[in-house]
């Protein structure tokens, strides 16, 4: 079987304040670099000191970053 690459990457940053989601796929002229192709942010009100407090806000933040 071939080895392929995967076509987008995706990223999650799940902060104390803020959630940030990035989204890349290979570029079809240079395959050693991504193109960023969508990003997303939202503010996160579950997480205290680094710690998930209030699971159902973490979610929503991640719902509404994606």
Same mark, same amino acid.
């Not at 071939?2 to 990223?11: K, L, M, V």
């Not at 009100?45 to 509404?64: L, P, T, W």
């Given at each position: 079987?071939?080895?392929?690459?995967?076509? #987008?990457?995706?990223?999650?940053?799940?902060?104390t304040s803020t959630v940030r989601c990035? %989204?890349?796929? @290979?570029?079809?002229?240079?395959?050693?670099?991504?193109?960023?192709?969508?990003?997303?942010? @939202?503010?996160?009100?579950?997480?205290?000191?680094?710690?998930? @407090? #209030? %699971?159902?806000?973490?979610?929503?933040? %991640? %719902?509404? @970053?994606?």
């Open positions: 079987m071939r080895e392929q690459s995967p076509d #987008h990457y995706f990223g999650l940053d799940i902060g990035i %989204v890349g796929m @290979a570029d079809s002229h240079d395959s050693g670099q991504l193109s960023i192709i969508g990003h997303g942010t @939202a503010p996160n009100r579950g997480m205290r000191k680094g710690s998930i @407090a #209030h %699971v159902d806000d973490v979610v929503e933040a %991640v %719902v509404q @970053a994606i």
